[in-house]
Nanobody
Framework: QVQLVESGGGLVQAGESLRLSCAVS????????MGWFRRAPGKEREFVAV????????AYADPVKGRFTISRDNTKSTVYLQMYGLEPEDTAVYYC??????????????????WGQGTQVTVAS
């Protein structure tokens, strides 16, 4: 059973930074594409960033381009989301998601069968 556990969320002031982590376990050496999504209050879950197993294929949502960076350490089975210049509009529960590695990187929730429980990020103005 694949398990994803996010950490690193919290309360910050606008303009500050946070780094989220997502640890993957139970994968028996399978290769996964990893994505980050978020759900703001009263909104649907939306795509944030994705990286495939090798790190060659990466995509970001327009609102976070230039501010967020996705990375991964496959030796630690962990994916990261470094967030700079946080804005109140970034307030949301952030989820990591996984799927078997493929040539393309899906940017919709339907592309991912495995999800973490989420970590809250709150940005105060």
């Amino acid at each position: 059973q694949v398990q994803l556990v996010e950490s690193g969320g919290g309360l910050v002031q606008a303009g500050e930074s946070l780094r989220l982590s997502c640890a993957v376990s139970g994968h028996s050496n399978r290769e996964y594409t990893m994505g980050w999504f978020r759900r703001a209050p009263g909104k649907e879950r939306e795509f944030v960033a994705v990286m495939n197993w090798s790190g060659v294929s990466i995509a970001y949502a327009d609102p976070v381009k230039g501010r967020f960076t996705i990375s991964r350490d496959n030796t630690k089975s962990t994916v990261y989301l470094q967030m700079y210049g946080l804005e109140p509009e970034d307030t949301a529960v952030y989820y990591c998601a996984a799927r078997d590695n493929m040539p393309f990187v899906p940017t919709t929730t339907m592309g991912y069968p495995y999800w973490g429980q989420g970590t809250q990020v709150t940005v105060a103005s």
